[in-house]
């Protein structure tokens, strides 16, 4: 039995609990429960994202009833800006607001801001933004982005961090690393001291940065550590790096933090890549990437990916994966999923996005079995993805 196995923390403050059910003793796998204040959370975890409160082409009772899904994540930028959270706070939180009595994470929104280059700029305080909705200039400092999160209820919560672009020099990363590290500070103050005035539990998690600099990291690492925080992220990849450079930065990073609190790798990955963050030690993990594809017409399959529009699926009368139970590969052909791409019907964002998320959460069930029965090794070896069927 690993030492860290059924162990919950003694600090009966925390707003959330990991307990590690199961470690991989060859590679490091964890299998975990995350109790949250709205319900316990298996992990490892892919966690689909709802950027506006709502996972596009899915309504509250498929992801709960279809796919099960534990929790979700929304965010920060996109509701500062629309509805607003004194709007949501107003009518009663994010969760009443969605109707979704599940987990909730929400990022800072720090990766969007940082996205839209020219209309931000960035000072010690914080990051001065225009919307991409109607030009109008915003602030976020590290209080400010707790405060709204605080507002819109959610569970677990994320602290602003700087998230470079890729490539960059070392020194711009060492400061955008250190302001990081700063910000997490102020985030943490104003956050401890808000606790006591409001009625529901949260918690907030730091973010490491560094760029691909495996020093930067680890510096970032044991700054961080010191806030004794519930969660650890591990953000700043998917920026443009080649996928080795993430799992190489994923693999220096996650043994330095603490193990018995949840590690979260941001904005990754694909369905080949979710087995090999969880064999380094990632407990959570969330990306655009199937619900995005699945609207596009990419569909993940045991067999490789369906690029459902190709003309040799027009009389195609099998399942998209005969190997899912999926209500979509239950229920229709690859002829029909095909004949609705082509005729742009709303019907198919919602069976290819309900096909692509239950890929990814099989897959990460699978790979949470497998860590608690021993066999992680040999399943992740057997889950081979080709690029096209």
């Not at 996109?78 to 109707?99: D, I, S």
């Not at 994966?321 to 198919?348: K, M, V, W």
């Amino acid at each position: 039995m690993h030492p860290l196995a059924g162990a919950l923390s003694e600090e009966c403050s925390r707003a959330v609990k990991f307990e590690i059910e199961a470690v991989c003793p060859a590679t490091g796998a964890r299998a975990g429960l995350l109790h949250t204040p709205h319900g316990t959370v298996e992990t490892p975890v892919f966690m689909p994202v709802g950027t506006q409160a709502a996972v596009k082409g899915l309504s509250p009772r498929e992801l709960a009833g279809d796919l099960d899904a534990r929790i979700i994540l929304a965010n920060t930028y996109h509701l500062f800006l629309r509805p607003g959270p004194e709007t949501v706070a107003r009518l009663g939180g994010l969760h009443c607001f969605m109707h979704w009595d599940r987990a909730i994470l929400t990022d800072s929104g720090g990766f969007q801001v940082f996205s839209l280059s020219g209309l931000r700029r960035i000072t010690e305080e914080g990051v001065t933004f225009q919307s991409h909705l109607n030009g109008d200039r915003h602030v976020f400092t590290p209080e400010s982005t707790v405060d709204v999160q605080l507002a819109l209820g959610s569970d677990i919560a994320m602290v602003l961090d700087e998230c470079p672009e890729y490539p960059v020099s070392h020194e711009y990363a060492r400061q955008a690393m250190l302001r990081t590290v700063r910000w997490a500070g102020q985030a943490f103050a104003h956050y401890r001291r808000q606790a006591p005035e409001v009625r529901s539990r949260h918690a907030l998690f730091p973010i490491v940065q560094g760029s691909m600099f495996s020093d930067l990291r680890g510096e970032c690492v044991r700054a961080l550590v010191d806030l004794d925080a519930d969660g650890y992220a591990i953000g700043g990849l998917s920026v443009g790096e080649p996928r080795p450079l993430s799992l190489e930065m994923v693999e220096r990073t996650a043994p330095l933090l603490p193990a018995d609190r949840p590690r979260y790798v941001m904005g990754v990955g694909l369905p080949e890549e979710l087995g090999q963050y969880v064999a380094r030690g990632i407990d959570m993990m969330d990306c655009v990437l199937p619900s995005r594809n699945a609207r596009n017409g990419c569909l993940f399959t045991s067999q490789g990916r369906v690029i459902i529009k190709q003309a040799r699926y027009k009389d195609d009368g099998g399942p998209l994966d005969p190997a899912c139970g999926c209500y979509t590969c239950r229920s229709f052909t690859r002829a029909y999923l095909r004949h609705l791409f082509q005729a742009n019907e709303i019907l198919f964002a919602t069976l290819a996005t309900l096909h692509n998320l239950t890929h990814y959460l099989e897959r990460m069930r699978l790979l949470r079995r497998s860590i608690v029965e021993g066999r992680f090794p040999e399943v992740l070896a057997g889950l081979s993805e080709t690029l096209a069927v």
